[in-house]
């Protein structure tokens, strides 16, 4: 099957030679310019690898990001010619999956590529549903059912928090981390806000929510989903 790249970048010749090359390479490729234009392409394109450049014309890289994250698991290789610390913490606590500086080796650049089409389903391909007692969490479709088949309603906040954990079985998903998936905000430190949330999420999942079997809070530390 055939990986699609959304490459964005606004910088014309530098995202022409990326998307020539990636078609050599027999990747399919749709072309961004700008922020706007990505979100508009990764929602009806579903591509299997985004390329991102943090400064755009419009939209900050890490806002994309942050927006992305809201619904996709796509894996997201950040393109920066930011080489600060900051700028790279940043983009992988909101969620991106890598992080390449300018100028680049293109040979690495691709084989990043590589490596993160092997870490997830390609496109088209069935995602077994992770049960979470007798409820069935379909990321795919981010749908979750109930015992009896019924479809269980949850806000975009409860499902990226829910996202979160169940990406991560058995791990730790430290506070900071988790507080950055809900307020896009890797200085936010207001736990109660977190407490808040995943009160809701075992009110809707668990069998008994004031004894959690699933979604266990380490004190002091952060979250873990347990099956």
Request: zero cysteines.
């Given at each position: 099957?055939?990986?699609?790249?959304?490459?964005?970048?606004?910088?014309h010749?530098?995202?022409?030679?990326l998307?020539?090359n990636?078609?050599?390479r027999?990747?399919?490729v749709?072309e961004?310019?700008?922020g706007?234009?990505?979100l508009?392409?990764?929602?009806?394109?579903?591509?299997?690898?985004?390329?991102?450049?943090?400064?755009?014309?419009?939209?900050?890289?890490?806002?994309v990001?942050k927006t992305?994250?809201?619904?996709?698991?796509v894996?997201?290789?950040?393109?920066?010619?930011?080489?600060?610390?900051?700028?790279?913490?940043?983009a992988?606590?909101l969620?991106?999956d890598?992080?390449?500086?300018k100028p680049?080796?293109?040979?690495?650049?691709?084989a990043r590529?590589?490596a993160a089409?092997?870490?997830v389903?390609?496109?088209?391909?069935?995602?077994?549903?992770?049960?979470?007692?007798?409820?069935?969490?379909?990321?795919?479709?981010?749908?979750?059912?109930?015992p009896?088949?019924?479809r269980?309603?949850?806000?975009?906040t409860?499902?990226?928090?829910?996202?979160?954990?169940?990406?991560?079985?058995?791990?730790?998903?430290?506070?900071?981390?988790?507080?950055?998936?809900?307020?896009g905000?890797p200085?936010?430190?207001d736990?109660s806000?977190?407490?808040?949330?995943?009160?809701q999420?075992?009110k809707?999942l668990?069998?008994e929510?004031s004894r959690?079997r699933h979604?266990?809070?380490?004190?002091?530390?952060g979250?873990?989903?347990?099956?």
């Amino acid at each position: 099957m055939t990986v699609t790249v959304l490459v964005v970048e606004d910088e014309h010749g530098l995202l022409r030679a990326l998307s020539m090359n990636l078609a050599a390479r027999g990747y399919d490729v749709v072309e961004a310019g700008s922020g706007t234009k990505a979100l508009t392409a990764a929602a009806s394109e579903h591509p299997d690898v985004v390329i991102l450049d943090l400064g755009l014309p419009d939209l900050s890289g890490f806002d994309v990001i942050k927006t992305l994250r809201t619904y996709s698991r796509v894996p997201i290789i950040v393109l920066s010619a930011r080489t600060g610390s900051s700028d790279k913490v940043t983009a992988l606590d909101l969620g991106a999956d890598d992080y390449v500086t300018k100028p680049f080796n293109v040979e690495e650049l691709f084989a990043r590529v590589r490596a993160a089409t092997r870490r997830v389903p390609a496109t088209g391909e069935r995602v077994e549903p992770i049960m979470l007692g007798r409820v069935s969490i379909d990321t795919a479709t981010m749908t979750v059912t109930g015992p009896d088949g019924e479809r269980i309603h949850l806000t975009p906040t409860e499902w990226r928090l829910l996202d979160a954990l169940v990406r991560n079985p058995g791990r730790l998903v430290p506070t900071r981390l988790l507080l950055t998936q809900l307020r896009g905000d890797p200085d936010h430190t207001d736990s109660s806000y977190l407490r808040i949330y995943m009160a809701q999420l075992r009110k809707k999942l668990e069998d008994e929510p004031s004894r959690p079997r699933h979604l266990i809070t380490e004190p002091g530390m952060g979250y873990r989903f347990q099956q």
